[in-house]
T-cell receptor, first 112, second 113 residues
Framework: GAGVSQSPSNKVTEKGKDVELRCDPISGHTALYWYRQSLGQGLEFLIYFQGNSAPDKSGLPSDRFSAERTGGSVSTLTIQRTQQEDSAVYLC??????????FGPGTRLTVL | KNQVEQSPQSLIILEGKNCTLQCNYTVSPFSNLRWYKQDTGRGPVSLTIMTFSENTKSNGRYTATLDADTKQSSLHITASQLSDSASYICVVTKRTGNTPLVFGKGTRLSVIA
C-alpha cells in the first residue's frame, strides 16, 4: 500500500506483559515518528528516527519503552512490563526530511 | 514553553451550519501551522498548511486563517456535513529541533442531522 501501516490494529494485554507494535512507513521516507494519544489528550511525542542518525528518544516516558528501526524502514515500539496507564492509541508517522508527516491508523493498546 | 491551545474542546452543530475552531500557540521559532482532521479510529490527515506569510488558505469547505502577530489560527468549516464529524488538531512546527511538532489536544466536532 501507499500509506503508513501499523499492526496490530488492536492489542489487549495483561498488566506486566511485554508488547511489540509495528510500523511500516511510506517507502522512501527517511523520518519516522512514534506518538501516543491517550483518551481526551493530544498527541504525545515518543521517539523520532531520521536516516542513520541516532534516534531522538526524548519523549519516551520511561525505560520500559524502547523502539528500533531496522534497515531504515520498519520500526518496532516495545513496551515492557505494561501498566494500565500505557493504554492508549500509538500512532506512527513518516515523512521525507522536513516534509509533511503522514500518519498510520494507529494501534489501540488496552492493558487490563 | 511551546504550547498549542485549542478551543472549544468539543462542539455539536446541525448539518448545514458553519463553525469556527480556534488555535492559539506560543511555539517559537515558528515555521508553519497545520490543521489535521482525525476520524475516529484513524490517523490524522492534513487539511491545510500555513506558513508565516500566509493569512488565509482554503481547501474546499475548509478555510484556515493565521495571524502570526497574535499567534492565532482558526479553521472555518462551511455548510457542514455529517462526514465532518471528527477531531480537528492544530499542529505547529518549530523551525529548529529534531522534534519540531507541537500538537494541540484537538476539538471534537459532531455534526448532527
Amino acid at each position: 500500500g501507499a500509506g503508513v501501516s501499523q499492526s496490530p490494529s488492536n492489542k489487549v494485554t495483561e498488566k506486566g506483559k511485554d508488547v511489540e507494535l509495528r510500523c511500516d512507513p511510506i517507502s522512501g521516507h527517511t523520518a519516522l515518528y512514534w506518538y501516543r494519544q491517550s483518551l481526551g489528550q493530544g498527541l504525545e511525542f515518543l521517539i523520532y528516527f531520521q536516516g542513520n542518525s541516532a534516534p531522538d528518544k526524548s519523549g519516551l516516558p520511561s525505560d520500559r519503552f524502547s523502539a528500533e528501526r531496522t534497515g531504515g524502514s520498519v520500526s518496532t515500539l516495545t513496551i515492557q512490563r505494561t501498566q494500565q496507564e500505557d493504554s492508549a492509541v500509538y500512532l506512527c508517522a513518516s515523512s521525507v526530511l522536513g516534509g509533511e508527516q503522514f500518519f498510520g491508523p494507529g494501534t489501540r493498546l488496552t492493558v487490563l | 514553553k511551546n504550547q498549542v491551545e485549542q478551543s472549544p474542546q468539543s462542539l455539536i452543530i446541525l448539518e448545514g451550519k458553519n463553525c469556527t475552531l480556534q488555535c492559539n500557540y506560543t511555539v517559537s521559532p515558528f515555521s508553519n501551522l497545520r490543521w489535521y482532521k482525525q476520524d475516529t479510529g484513524r490517523g490524522p490527515v492534513s487539511l491545510t498548511i500555513m506558513t508565516f506569510s500566509e493569512n488565509t488558505k482554503s481547501n474546499g469547505r475548509y478555510t484556515a486563517t493565521l495571524d502570526a502577530d497574535t499567534k492565532q489560527s482558526s479553521l472555518h468549516i462551511t455548510a457542514s456535513q455529517l462526514s465532518d464529524s471528527a477531531s480537528y488538531i492544530c499542529v505547529v512546527t518549530k523551525r529548529t529541533g529534531n522534534t519540531p511538532l507541537v500538537f494541540g489536544k484537538g476539538t471534537r466536532l459532531s455534526v448532527i442531522a
